[in-house]
Every structure is written in C-alpha cells, then in structure tokens.
C-alpha cells in the first residue's frame, strides 16, 4: 500500500462514517496536539455505536523523508472497537484494534545507511480517559500498542541496491506501543 491508497482509504472511511453519524449519532472529529507539535499528523474521527461503545477511525502519519539522513516515513490506519465503563464519551474506556501501515524509515538504533520500506499490519488495544470540556468539546488522553507485523526489503541509504540479502520480503514482529497522545475531539451533532 502506498500514501496514495492509504490517503484514499482513508477519505473512503471517514465518509462512510461521516453518512452514519448523520443517521442521529454522536460524532467527534479529533486531531492529536501531542503528535501535531512533533510534525506528525493524527486525526480521525468516532461515532456511537451503543450506550458504552463507539467505533473509532484515525490515520496519523510522518512525511520526514530525513531525520539525521535517515528517512521516517510512515501511515498508521486503525479502526478501533472502544467500549466505555460509564458512558460514552466519557470516563475510561478500553478499546481494541487492527490496522495497517505503510513505511519508508531507518530504525534510529543502528548506525548504518540501510532502511527498510513495506507494509504491515497492527493488533493491539489502547486505554483512555476522555474528559468533557464543553458541550463539544472533549480531551481523549490515551495509550496504545500492541503487535505489529512487517513485511519489507532492505535497501542501503547510499546506493539504493537492496543490502538485506532477502529474495522477495523480509518479515519481522515486534510487540510495542506505537499509539498515544491527547486528542481534542469536537462534537458534529
């Protein structure tokens, strides 16, 4: 998957939820101030679903193509499933996900020119607090990670010729948190 289809599945999804909410149900837009202040946008959008669940849709995204001469690029899409304790929108939640991602990126512990590019996939859970500022107005302070499987081919920074020795993907699972942040949410209807 690259940006363009990710962009674009992304623009399908939210008007797809845009329609459903326009069908009487809570929705919030939000975009993430902690990811924001890092140059790395993160929106999306939740709608109920129940009287303590909603569905969330958020992409966030890195166009860094060098930090240090290496590129950090990347598009994390995540779906999530949350259900509330209390109420809706309000108090804790737990929420569980599966995404997709898309990168071009170095990773910052070694010290070679090599960096890989592919895709993969997210599943994990996330846990929040949203607190109501106002009528429309909510702050959703969260945390998130999970597993994420990659599928990528090695490249060197300097020739760009593969240098990972692979025949077609190289494959890799971590575990970790990769979600987080504070969302400012505001209510559509």
Known sequence: ??????????LLSLGTIMGYAQNNK????KGNAATLLIGMPHFGVETS???KSTFQ???????WESINR?????????????YYFKQR??????????????????KF????SAYQKGVGYTLGATIGFQKKISHRVNLDFFLGGGMHQGFYKGYNRETGDRGDGAIKYNKSGEWFPYRGGLMLSYKLN
Do not use: C
């Open 1 to 10: 998957m690259n940006y363009r289809v990710g962009v674009f599945v992304i």
């Open 26 to 29: 809570e929705t919030y837009i």
């Open 49 to 51: 679903l129940g009287a």
């Open 57 to 63: 849709i958020d992409a966030i995204a890195s166009f």
């Open 70 to 82: 290496s590129p950090l690029k990347f598009l994390i899409i995540t779906p999530e499933y949350r």
């Open 89 to 106: 929108f309000q108090g804790w939640y737990a929420g569980a996900h599966l995404g997709g991602t898309t990168f071009k990126l170095s």
């Open 109 to 112: 512990f070694r010290k070679n």
